[in-house]
C-alpha cells in the first residue's frame, strides 16, 4: 500500500500571498493531522481533522484553515503569508486519531516565503 | 500540559557502538504514549519505537530499545551498533490527548552524527 502523499514538495512564495497544500492518507486511514515545523525545532500540531471535521487545533492564527475531503484526502491553507510561515508542512494520517492510534507522516512540503 | 524536553542538541558516536539519546517528559494524565522518529534530511518522519505508560517491559525494535523509567519521567533512546545510515535527527514525542483529539507533542530534537 501507498504511504502518505502530500504535494507539492517545494514551494516558494512571496509575502502576502495565499497557499494550498496537499495531503493524501494511507487508504483506510480516516484521520489526518498538520504539524509545522520550523528549522531547528521540532514539529508543532496546527490541525487534526476526522470523518471531515475540524477535531482539534493548535495554537495557531486564523490565517491558518484546513479541511478534509470524502475520500479522506485533505488541504492546509495559509492565508497572507509571512516570511515566519517557512517551514516543513508534515501531514499524518492514522485509522481513527484516538485511542493511542500510530500517525504515520508523509515527506513533507517546504515552504519558502520570500 | 504535556511538554518533552531534549538536551542532547548533537551526539556523536562512532560506527558500531552504542549510543543513547536522552528525553524527559511532563504530563499529568495518567495513560500516555511515547515516541521515537527518525528524520534524515529528506524530511520524513520516521516511527522507530513506541512505549505506553502502563507496559511493563521496556520497548524494543531490532537495534533499538527505549529505557523507560517511569518515576524519573524519561524515556530514553538506546540505538545499539550503529551505522553510517543512523546520522539524522532524533525527535522524542508523547502522544497528548485534547478535547476529543489526539496530537504529538515533540522535543526539538537531537542531531546524531554516526563517524565512520
Known amino acids: 500500500d501507498a504511504g502518505v502523499t502530500q504535494s507539492p514538495t517545494h514551494l516558494i512564495k512571496t509575502r502576502g500571498q495565499q497557499v494550498t497544500l496537499r495531503c493524501s492518507p494511507i487508504?483506510?486511514?480516516?484521520?489526518v493531522s498538520w504539524y509545522q515545523q520550523v528549522l531547528g525545532q521540532g514539529p508543532q500540531f496546527i490541525f487534526q481533522?476526522?470523518?471531515?471535521?475540524?477535531?482539534g487545533r493548535g495554537n495557531f492564527p486564523d490565517r491558518f484553515s484546513a479541511r478534509q475531503f470524502p475520500n479522506y484526502s485533505s488541504e492546509l491553507n495559509v492565508n497572507a503569508l509571512l516570511l515566519g510561515d517557512s517551514a516543513l508542512y508534515l501531514c499524518?494520517?492514522?485509522?481513527?486519531?484516538?485511542?493511542?492510534?500510530?500517525?504515520?507522516f508523509g515527506p513533507g512540503t517546504r515552504l519558502t516565503v520570500t | 500540559a504535556q511538554k518533552i524536553t531534549q538536551t542532547q542538541p548533537g551526539m556523536f558516536v562512532q560506527e558500531k557502538e552504542a549510543v543513547t539519546l536522552d528525553c524527559t517528559y511532563d504530563?499529568?494524565?495518567?495513560?500516555?504514549?511515547l515516541f521515537w522518529y527518525k528524520q534524515p534530511s529528506s524530511g520524513e518522519m520516521i516511527f522507530l519505537i513506541y512505549?505506553?505508560?502502563?507496559?511493563?517491559q521496556n520497548a524494543t525494535e531490532g537495534r533499538y530499545s527505549l529505557n523507560f523509567q517511569k518515576a524519573r519521567k524519561s524515556a530514553n533512546l538506546v540505538i545499539s551498533a550503529s551505522q553510517l545510515g543512523d546520522s539524522a535527527m532524533y525527535f522524542c514525542?508523547?502522544?497528548?490527548?485534547?478535547?476529543?483529539?489526539?496530537?504529538?507533542?515533540f522535543g526539538k530534537g537531537t542531531k546524531l552524527t554516526v563517524n565512520p
Open positions: 499524518a494520517s492514522s485509522h481513527l486519531g484516538w485511542g493511542g492510534d500510530e500517525q504515520y
Open positions: 487508504s483506510g486511514h480516516k484521520s
Open positions: 481533522y476526522y470523518e471531515k471535521e475540524e477535531r
Open positions: 504530563t499529568s494524565d495518567p495513560s500516555y504514549g
Open positions: 512505549q505506553g505508560s502502563y507496559d511493563q
Open positions: 514525542a508523547m502522544r497528548a490527548s485534547q478535547g476529543g483529539s489526539e496530537k504529538l507533542v
